[in-house]
């Protein structure tokens, strides 16, 4: 039986459907660059979107071709081993083959029930050497400027040229250099030894492109991101050299969306990135460039490691308990798991189709450095020892068609999961009197951003956004977003009579869409003083006409700047 069962057809019709969703990757991909030099903003989104939305696409037209073509042998978990053998021998001399393997686990997924998944059906753990250079290809360029710092950039910029002009590159370089001086140690320029490298691609997202590399000694190193610009009307600006590893880190931080890049080998870039941001996991960085399934592999390997190597057990997560979902967490693992609730607090209309509606939308959405990115899984099985006792009662007491206990294991049916962050109201409990400042100029202008990408937040409570180890303001719970131009903004019209103001309800109509921002303040703020420096750092909030011309600049197309880092002269 097993030598007559069709693995290697199988296996050869799995990577027929993982080149076709490659290619049209690629392709997309490809696409950025035009995008950027013809300032054609709206389609850089709509591509963004896109290029997620194919995976899924291709993963169900890979499944039809399957079932057409093998009808019931198909079906046999017990010999998909077989085909997993069959699919290793093709891939062994790819340059994406970790991409592969992941591609695998989803075509097995979209087939069988979660209950057949097994290491020996799928790649549970990879087969492939941890980030290998696969190619003796160049993937990056490097330049020494052997003390003529300003030749050396000169060249970078004739290497990195475009069809559309720099508006001012002599301007731009010479700011570059000062920025450069002034950020790295004196000496540094002098080392005759010091070379700049950059990635041979560049990246793009939303609308910008950057250049990423290191500037290195043979002694230290200093990660480099260089933004540019494309001005409609006004040609290419170098905006910014940036040396900072925290500022760099952000730029690929889990509350982006993804790069646009041309990766000819995935774990090569990887491992590039991984050597100038040490503090980043190789599957943030992995998701970061747009192989956000794979990412979701690493992330799972991760989080299986944890378990089996450590005595950590899931407790609920600090804060306040949602309405809508129950988070749970890992003390000595990064990450919250957000489960929907069987039963919604009677404040909430929403329901748990609508709900996971909008936790999708956020990964097709820019997140503008505002959002986390989720990760959505089914059918986790954990040992019920990984639990505390209090933890899992809650768990199965909130969500029991969710949570379900089998013996000694517990079934977690549907999830999201989310890098952990501290709640912005616990923060505010204990900061001090500049970190509170701090973190509400930044909570002003996370939900300022985020309604320059057409988001509004919706239910914005403290609660409901955290500070990340960064210390940026992040927004988390999507059950209430929407799209900014759905909503009607409106001023709370005058009082007919005195009686009015004293009256429970209100004297004026109040549709579904409807949000009244001189309501925002009490909502918002139970603290006074919070409540009063938050209307000096963004009180214009608090004004539906604020509301009103951000709608307005969104419909007539314009893409709002949102920038993922500091600028001498920030534009929001």
């Known amino acids: 039986m097993g030598q007559q069962w069709p693995a290697d057809g199988i296996a050869r019709l799995i990577l027929d459907g993982f080149d076709d969703y490659r290619e049209q990757f690629r392709q997309i991909t490809d696409g950025a660059r035009a995008r950027f030099e013809q300032a054609l903003w709206q389609e850089a989104q709509q591509a963004s979107a896109a290029r997620i939305n194919l995976y899924e696409d291709k993963v169900a037209q890979t499944r039809e071709r399957l079932q057409q073509g093998f009808d019931a042998a198909l079906l046999e978990a017990s010999q998909w081993p077989l085909v997993k053998s069959a699919y290793i021998a093709l891939i062994d001399l790819r340059l994406d083959d970790e991409l592969a393997e992941t591609w695998f686990n989803s075509i097995f997924c979209s087939l069988f029930s979660h209950d057949l998944i097994s290491d020996g059906c799928m790649f549970i753990h990879t087969t492939r050497p941890s980030l290998r250079s696969r190619s003796g290809a160049a993937q990056t360029r490097r330049y020494r400027p052997d003390c003529a710092l300003d030749e050396a950039l000169r060249a970078i910029f004739e290497d990195y040229a475009f069809d559309a002009a720099y508006e001012d590159l002599p301007r731009d370089l010479q700011r570059l250099e000062e920025q450069l001086r002034a950020s790295l140690p004196d000496w540094i320029c002098k080392d005759p030894e010091l070379c700049v490298e950059l990635f041979s691609s560049v990246l793009y997202r939303n609308k910008g492109a950057y250049l990423v590399g290191r500037i290195y000694t043979r002694d230290e190193q200093w990660p480099l991101a260089i933004p540019l610009l494309h001005r409609e009307g006004q040609g290419i600006q170098v905006d910014a050299a940036i040396t900072d590893e925290a500022e760099v880190s952000i730029i690929f931080s889990f509350t982006r969306s993804y790069f646009m890049v041309d990766v000819a080998i995935p774990a090569d870039f990887i ?29 799972y ?75 959505e899984f089914a059918d ?193």
């Open 301 to 375: 390997r991760s989080l299986i490691g944890h378990l089996a190597s450590s005595d950590d057990r899931f407790v609920m997560a600090p804060g306040v308990r949602g309405m809508v979902m129950s988070v749970f967490t890992l003390p000595g693992f990064n990450t919250v798991f957000k489960i929907i609730k069987d039963r919604f607090a009677h404040a909430k209309t929403v329901d748990r189709n609508t709900v996971i509606e909008k936790y999708r939308l956020v990964k097709s959405v820019d997140r503008v450095g505002r959002m986390a990115d989720t990760q």
């Open 271 to 299: 491992g590039f990135l991984r050597r100038i941001l040490p503090g980043k996991h190789i599957a943030e960085l992995y998701t970061s460039i747009g192989f956000y399934k794979h990412g979701k592999s690493e992330f």
């Open 380 to 572: 986790f099985r954990f040992p019920r020892a990984k639990f505390e006792p209090q933890c899992l009662a809650e768990l199965l007491e909130v969500a029991p068609s969710t949570v379900v206990l089998e013996g000694d294991s517990v079934l977690v049916r549907h999830c999201w999961t989310e890098r952990r962050m501290t709640p912005l109201n616990l923060y505010l409990e204990s900061a001090s009197e500049a970190q509170v400042r701090e973190a509400l100029d930044d909570y002003g202008l996370a939900i300022k951003q985020l309604a320059a990408a057409n988001i509004f937040p919706g239910d914005m409570l403290l609660k409901n956004f955290g500070v990340t180890r960064h210390g940026r303001v992040v927004f988390y719970d999507y059950d209430e977003i929407c799209f900014l131009t759905e909503v009607n903004f409106r001023r709370i019209p005058p009082p007919r009579f005195p009686e009015d103001e004293m009256s429970a309800e209100p004297w004026y109509s109040v549709a579904p869409n409807d949000v009244f921002p001189e309501e925002f303040p009490p909502f918002l703020f139970a603290d006074i003083k919070q409540r009063q420096l938050f209307s000096r750092l963004h009180g214009n909030l608090y004004d539906a006409d604020y509301w009103k011309q951000l709608q307005d600049a969104i419909r007539a197309g314009k893409v709002i700047d949102v920038f993922p880092y500091r600028r001498k002269s920030p534009v929001i």
